[in-house]
C-alpha cells in the first residue's frame, strides 16, 4: 500500500466546490474532514479524487522506498538462486556429467572387449587355417606313402606270379620238348614200319630224330 504524505496532501490543488452529495455533511459541519486532510483508510486527500499530479512510482519522494524493496527483493531472489536453484541446477549437470562419463567408459570398455574378441577370433581362426592345412599336408603325404606301399606290394606280388608263371612256362615247355621227342621217335617208327614194312630199332630212331633236331 501506497501512503500520500503530508507534503503531497498540501502541494495538491483543492478540488472545485461541488454540491453536497445526498447524505453528506453540511459545510459547517464540525465533524466534516477539513479541505487538504489525508483520508486514513484510502490514504487519497480528501477532496483530491478529481485532482492533478504526478505518478507516485515517478514521484521522487517515493524513490528510497522503491529502493529498498529492489534491493529486499533482489537479496531474496539471489539467496533463492544461491540456496535452491543454482545447487539443484548444478547437481542436475553433476549427475549428467558422471552419467555421460559413465557411459563413455562403459562404451569404451565394451569396444576394447570387442577388438579383443575379434583379435582372439582372427587369431584362432589362422590357427585352424595353419592346422587344417598341416593335416591336409600329412594326409595327403600319409596318402602318397600309401599309395608306394601298395604299388611296390602290387608289383612284388605281380613279380611273384610273374617268376612263378615263368618257372611253369619253363616246365611246360621242357615237358612239351620231352614229348615232341618221344612223339617224333613214335612217329619215325610208325613211318619206317610203314615204308619198309620192317620195325626200326630204337637206338636208330633217336639218332635220326636227334640228327633233325640238329639239323633245325
Do not use: C, N
Amino acid at each position: 500500500m501506497m501512503f500520500v504524505t503530508s507534503a503531497y496532501a498540501q502541494t495538491a490543488p483543492a478540488a472545485p466546490e461541488t454540491p453536497a452529495a445526498p447524505g453528506a455533511a453540511p459545510a459547517g459541519d464540525p465533524h466534516a474532514a477539513p479541505a487538504g486532510e489525508v483520508h486514513t483508510e484510502t490514504g487519497v486527500a480528501h477532496g483530491g479524487e478529481h485532482g492533478g499530479g504526478t505518478f507516485p512510482p515517478f514521484d521522487a519522494t517515493y524513490f528510497p522506498s522503491q529502493i529498498l524493496w529492489l534491493v529486499i527483493t533482489f537479496g531474496l531472489f539471489y539467496l533463492l538462486m544461491k540456496k535452491v536453484i543454482v545447487p539443484r541446477v548444478g547437481g542436475i549437470l553433476e549427475h549428467r556429467h558422471d552419467r555421460i562419463a559413465q557411459d563413455l567408459d562403459e562404451a569404451a570398455r565394451l569396444k576394447s572387449e570387442a577388438d579383443a574378441a575379434v583379435e582372439t577370433y582372427e587369431r584362432e581362426l589362422a590357427a585352424a587355417r595353419s592346422k587344417a592345412h598341416t593335416i591336409a599336408e600329412t594326409a595327403r603325404e600319409a596318402a602318397k606313402g600309401k599309395a608306394a606301399a601298395d604299388r611296390a606290394a602290387i608289383e612284388t606280388e605281380l613279380a611273384q606270379k610273374l617268376s612263378v608263371a615263368e618257372t611253369r612256362i619253363g616246365e611246360i615247355k621242357a615237358q612239351a620238348f620231352a614229348q615232341v621227342g618221344q612223339i617224333a621217335e613214335e612217329t619215325a617208327s610208325a613211318i619206317v614200319d610203314q615204308l619198309i614194312g620192317a620195325k626200326a630199332s630204337g637206338d636208330d630212331i633217336r639218332a635220326a630224330v636227334a640228327a633233325a633236331k640238329t639239323e633245325a
